[in-house]
């Protein structure tokens, strides 16, 4: 009986303690997303496209036939006095490239964060093949419904 009561002594031990031994294992660092890399050169277009629509002032030669058939006058008054109410560019910050199904090939797009002393905005711009604006938004918030979601894996077999 003496050897018997030892050894249910031990069981239980051995079950209350080995936990308390047993090292909690950490969750593994997911790897970080490298952080876009911003073109100088697009870099200073972008920033004088946002001054000189705060500003009024837009330099229509830069810009591809598509858009300039769509802007007037009004917009761009209309324009400049909403991005001018953010107050002086403090930083640019570039998000990453902006890809649309329906660019025509050679077409780039960039989409950029435009931090003022009184609030911030987003701009969207894009160029054509021979290097015009093909597009340019100003926008308060990124769009959610233009962000396309990464396929799953294929799930593994039950079976081995």
Known sequence: MF?????????VAAL??????ARPRATPTPAPTPTPVADPAIDKLVRAQFVQWQAGIVNKSLYAQQ??????????????KALAQLGALTEMVYLGPWI????????????YQMRCVSG??????????????????FKNRLDVETVTARPSPPAASPNP
């Open 67 to 80: 858009v300039l058939d769509k802007l007037s006058d009004a917009t761009i008054a209309q324009t400049s």
């Open 16 to 21: 209350c303690i080995a936990p308390a031994l």
């Open 120 to 137: 911030n905005i987003y701009l969207w711009l894009a160029l054509d093949p021979q290097g015009k604006i093909a597009t340019i938004l």
């Open 100 to 111: 649309e199904p329906d660019f025509p090939p050679g077409a780039r797009g960039y989409v």
């Open 3 to 11: 050897p018997t009561r030892s050894l249910c002594v031990a069981a």
